[in-house]
């Protein structure tokens, strides 16, 4: 793989990690409505990770192995991020980091990042087989 292509997806991988910390921060924020800007997170955060599939394959035209491990890496990284900034929310308001969130260091990137390879995975297997436009003329 040439130079380029890895820091494409690289770059990517950290883009949408924090892309996936900002949408987690953010739509926690407002107090009212909490399961509709729940939903709305879900669903800004299920757009985020088609693109990066759709990025991932159409533009870096990378297997549908390394796209769902690119796609699965950025979500483990917001997924850790989101365990800092809680644990660092923790600290501030009650001097002390309890055992859960040093737990969520690990728990919640392998808990978000297996299934979002799975699906990756499918997903861009699926492309893999839909001929491309060049193909199609």
Do not use: K
């Amino acid at each position: 793989m040439d130079e380029s292509r890895r820091q494409s997806w690289v770059r990517a991988a950290l883009l949408l990690g924090v892309a996936y910390l900002l949408i987690g921060r953010a739509f926690a924020a407002p107090a009212n409505h909490v399961r509709l800007w729940r939903l709305a997170a879900w669903v800004v955060s299920g757009t985020a990770f088609a693109a990066h599939i759709g990025y991932e394959h159409f533009r870096l035209r990378h297997s549908p192995r390394s796209t769902a491990l690119h796609a699965a890496l950025a979500v483990a990284l917001g997924a850790f991020a989101l365990a800092a900034a809680g644990a660092l929310h923790s600290l501030l308001t009650t001097s002390a980091i309890r055992l859960s969130w040093l737990l969520a260091f690990v728990v919640w990137p392998l808990a978000t990042a297996v299934p979002a390879f799975l699906a990756a995975l499918v997903a861009a297997a699926v492309l893999a087989r839909l001929p491309r436009r060049a193909d199609a003329e």
